[in-house]
């Protein structure tokens, strides 16, 4: 799995609250059989109109948030389904971290499993960096210091943040998950054991 | 005496296989149901890695959300859908995966083939590549949604790496006035908690209204918790949940049907568990509901009016009113029931039963669909068809105009060449009313199956009680 510990770029303000994974990535590209490729389709309908022309009021079709790696996004970020191509059309675009107010929950999870590293602050703060991500040519992202720093008027700024350490460490070391828990084999196995003595009937009754 | 335990307590306990050093748990998964759209990358993923399914006889699979729900004997004609329902197909066959094809009776959406199977059985922790999957909590099950890196983790392990969330409890009092649905009250709970109401909680849905709902209005309420930000929502398995599984093809039969019985009963929530967080709504407030916006908290009775962004004092909300608006096409402070609608879809995994198509027959009944609107009714699965038909309701649907189709999650999300086009308005029995969800620029309105039906008669949203 992807790693993170830090980053340096520009950021894109997404002014709307309750982004859905319909908006991230449509359903229309959600067909595929791979991870991959999914970048050039991120917010598409918000992005292209249906003629398929950009719509240049977007924030992401705007020259100054050409190369940004950081999305600043509203509350409730990512709600909707369960769509892992959400995290992988973000990631292929080329962000690697999203700062919100808050995030849905599956979504959350996912970004875990792909390389995205999703910062939670308080509303004000995300409002505040909205406004003036246009002023600030970098924040630099320490997952390690857990910690956001950068440039304005002159000044060195630095924001903290809070994340769950179990996946702080599954991000710094890209650990690959299933390997840590097939490590463990051994329990499962016990563990099937015990239950098929408690509750035999979950065993050995399968569709024909 | 032990601690009182809630229901989501009990299953998390009896799941653990073990603890890790950073204190995430891994938990033990009963049951996994698999589709097209969100396993393919997952079984890539095994392929490459040299990893087996662990338990392929806990796996389910079958297609839902690309298929056709018309002339299915022509198969799929989209090659991009076609490709990824055959590779489902291959990928079950390739691991010993039992998979329900098109040309299955039973196949259907995955939400509503579990519980027909008896796959779904109470103190089951249930997983699918599916945020839906909290319907599956309505037999007392833990069943949620996850990320496809999370179906893969499942194939290969038959377990998860999870954190334990927070207990709700969501408590609906007294009776429902007469006509008010599971679907009702589901919308009513999302407009009073909100979208991310329930972000990081189990809930628990409990009072007299909720043991009241028949196993398909309970799936109805648990399926719209991930509506309300819940990952899993649950109800604690009584006699209503036990004669629904009686005689199911995967449910204990004979003896071990009392035993698992006794079982299942145990595991409801004692009498004092602790809740973080409790709701109370009494159920007689609650009227036919609607949602005039586009997200799912967007609701109102369907006596209301669309809201106005000027009395709303909030910046943030205000500009999302004002965009929901503009979406919808609607302006602020109209009777909701003059909004004219040109589309109806009634299905998905909230809405596709055979109770949803009963009380949509009763409603279409010596009545005719309003000219100029095309309604659709797209049952659930294929047993829900036979059923449907078995019961004449088909003549029903076709004899007042509806269009009566095969089974798949069709409109709800528009993967398969069911859509609504550009600022097209659609009276839904689905469960997301997000911009594009039914097709780019379609405007969705939530509602019960009655509601979706009354609408087809008059052609405008309006309350089933008074045709």
Not at chain 1, 118 to 126: F, G, K, Y
Not at chain 1, 155 to 163: D, L, R, T
Request: with cysteine; aromatic share 6%; glycine share 8%.
């Amino acid at each position: 799995m992807e790693k993170f510990n830090k980053l340096s770029g520009h950021a894109i303000p997404l002014r709307i609250t309750n982004v859905d994974t319909d908006m991230i990535i449509p359903k229309q590209f959600l067909k595929t059989i791979k991870r991959t490729g999914l970048g050039e389709f991120l917010f598409y309908e918000l992005r292209y109109d249906q003629d398929g022309n950009k719509i240049s009021s977007f924030a992401l079709n705007q020259e100054q948030y050409k190369d940004a790696s950081i999305l600043i996004a509203g509350k409730n970020f990512g709600c909707g389904s369960s769509r892992e191509h959400a995290p992988w059309s973000i990631a292929d675009y080329g962000i690697k971290c999203i700062i919100a107010p808050s995030y849905a929950d599956i979504f959350y999870n996912n970004c875990f499993k792909n390389g995205i590293l999703p910062i939670i602050l308080d509303e004000a703060t995300v409002s505040r960096l909205q406004d003036s991500s246009d002023s600030i040519l970098n924040f630099n992202i320490d997952l390690e210091k857990q910690n956001i720093t950068f440039l304005e008027n002159n000044e060195k700024k630095e924001i903290s943040f809070e994340i769950d350490p179990a996946k702080k460490k599954c991000l710094l070391e890209g650990l690959d998950d299933i390997g840590l828990t097939l490590n463990k084999v051994a329990s499962i196995g016990h563990f099937e054991e015990g239950q098929e003595n408690e509750i035999p009937w979950l065993y050995g009754n399968k569709l024909k | 005496m032990s601690t009182p335990k809630t229901i989501y307590d009990k299953i998390w306990e009896s799941h653990i296989v073990d603890t890790n050093d950073d204190g995430t748990t891994i938990l033990y998964i009963d049951r996994h149901l698999v589709h097209e759209v969100t396993s393919p990358q997952a079984f890539e993923g095994l392929r490459l890695s040299g990893r087996k399914v662990r338990r392929p006889e806990f796996t389910l699979a079958t297609a839902d959300h690309n298929v056709p729900t018309a002339d299915r004997d022509k198969g799929i004609a989209d090659p991009d859908s076609k490709l990824q329902v055959e590779t489902l197909e291959m990928n079950a066959k390739e691991n010993n995966i039992t998979y329900l094809p098109m040309t299955d009776k039973r196949q259907g959406i995955v939400h509503i083939v579990g519980p027909e199977q008896g796959f779904t059985q109470p103190g089951m922790t249930i997983v699918c590549g599916d945020s839906h999957t909290s319907t599956h909590g309505a037999f007392g099950a833990l069943a949620w949604g996850i990320g496809t890196s999370e179906v893969e983790h499942t194939l290969a392990t038959q377990t998860l790496v999870q954190t334990k969330a927070k207990n709700m409890c969501i408590k609906i009092t007294g009776k429902v006035i007469e006509g008010v649905t599971a679907k009702d009250i589901v919308l009513a709970i999302i407009r009073k908690i909100g979208t991310a109401g329930g972000t990081g909680y189990v809930i628990e849905y409990t009072g007299e209204a909720i043991r009241n709902l028949s196993m398909e209005g309970r799936m109805t309420v648990c399926n719209m918790s991930i509506e309300a930000g819940a990952r899993a929502g649950l109800i604690s398995p009584d006699e209503t949940t036990c004669e629904y599984l009686r005689g199911r093809p995967l449910a204990p039969k004979g003896e071990v049907f009392e035993d698992a019985v006794n079982y299942w009963k145990s595991l409801a929530s004692d009498e004092g568990a602790h809740y973080d967080s409790v709701v109370e709504i009494r159920a007689d407030e609650i009227i036919p509901q609607i949602t005039w916006g586009t997200s799912p908290e967007d609701v109102v009775s369907i006596d209301g009016f669309v809201p106005d962004p000027e009395n709303e004092k909030n910046t943030d909300k205000k500009k999302s009113i004002e965009r929901a608006l503009d979406y919808m096409g609607l302006e602020p402070n109209m009777p909701v029931n003059e909004i004219k609608i040109d589309k109806v879809f009634i299905g998905s995994c909230t809405n596709g039963r055979i109770e949803d198509l009963r009380a949509v027959s009763q409603i279409a009944k010596g009545r005719k669909v309003e000219k100029g609107v095309h309604a659709m009714i797209v049952p659930g699965s294929g047993l829900v068809k036979e059923q449907a038909e078995k019961e004449g309701l088909d003549k029903i649907f076709i004899e007042a105009g509806f269009d009566w189709r095969d089974p798949g999650c069709s409109m709800c999300l528009a993967m398969n060449a069911d859509k609504l086009q550009p600022q097209e308005r659609c009276a839904s029995t689905s469960n997301r009313n997000f911009e594009g969800r039914q097709g780019r620029g379609g405007r969705t309105h939530l509602m019960s199956p009655q509601m979706a039906a009354a609408a087809a008669i008059r052609g405008k949203l309006t309350d089933f009680r008074d045709l």
